[in-house]
């Protein structure tokens, strides 16, 4: 039976001033999040281990993630960030992909104005080092992305990469257009590259979320990448903007409760350990 996995979680300190996208008057994430905060929520649903997530664009914040795994079993390993606009991070790169617990790198593309960034020459070294060096890539974005996504994974079919948050579908702005244009995207995703796709972040998307108006969203994605490609995480603590850990981790197995045990298994573990080769 494989491990249960949370395969995005994030601790932080604002305290260490490299937050840039944290709104400091929110009193849910502006504050200190670490291992004891999250162990009860661990605890209550029988998760074995998390994968650690980067929230700062700064290679001082990876090396402080690395010192948390360093000193807590319970994360398995550590998604962090380097400058791709600057190729002397190579070094940075080929140094942190040494640690035992250093699984690849996320930068924070739906932050970054030019939707077209990651197509950028100047950059193009950042996803050549990570095949080299055989680690993963975070896709985090908006559907907007998705076509520019598409081009940068059929450009390099050996990177392994995951789609964060299912690509923050907006599912408070629900319509017709606006979810044909998000599903063709990821179907597109599924079927032409080896992408995977994190089963996080829909709760966040919404207003007074429900499971009903998650549920095409889920099932489409079920649809086109299937359990075996599909990994459960929080996104805690940024869940917390619209639903406590529990609530979004009960949702999701209800979204899930049709799958046989097997795939259950997969998308809540088993997916995770092979794709970050946990």
């Known amino acids: 039976m494989s491990r249960k996995i949370d395969s995005h979680q994030h601790f932080w300190n604002p305290a260490r001033g490299d937050y840039d996208w944290m709104p400091m008057d929110n009193a849910i994430l502006a504050r200190p999040y670490g291992p004891a905060d999250l162990e009860p929520h661990l605890i209550a649903h029988r998760i074995d281990q998390t994968v650690l997530v980067q929230a700062a664009a700064s290679v001082e914040e990876t090396e402080y993630m690395l010192g948390i795994a360093d000193t807590s079993p319970r994360v398995a390993g ?19 992909a040494k640690h035992p617990k250093f699984l690849g790198v996320r930068p924070m593309i739906q932050d970054i104005p030019d939707v077209a960034w990651m197509l950028r020459k100047d950059i193009q070294w950042a996803y050549e080092l990570i095949v080299e060096c055989d680690l993963t890539f975070d896709a985090l974005g908006f559907p907007r992305h998705l076509e520019n996504f598409l081009t940068l994974l059929l450009r390099y079919p050996d990177m392994r990469v995951v789609i964060d948050h299912c690509m923050k579908p907006q599912i408070r702005t629900h319509s017709k257009d606006s979810f044909s244009f998000w599903a063709s995207g990821m179907a597109h995703l599924a079927e032409n590259t080896a992408a995977f796709c994190k089963f996080s972040g829909l709760v966040t998307e919404t207003d007074g979320w429900s499971i009903e108006a998650m549920r095409p969203y889920s099932d489409h994605l079920l649809k086109v990448f299937g359990p075996d490609r599909m990994m459960w995480g929080s996104d805690w603590p940024v869940c917390r903007l619209e639903a406590s850990y529990d609530a979004w981790h009960d949702a999701a197995r209800v979204l899930t409760a049709h799958l046989p045990t097997e795939a259950q298994q997969s998308l809540f573990g088993g997916t995770a350990q092979t794709f970050y080769r946990l």
């Open 78 to 96: 550590v998604v962090g960030w380097i400058d791709f606009e600057d190729p002397s991070h190579a070094h940075h790169l080929r140094r942190l």
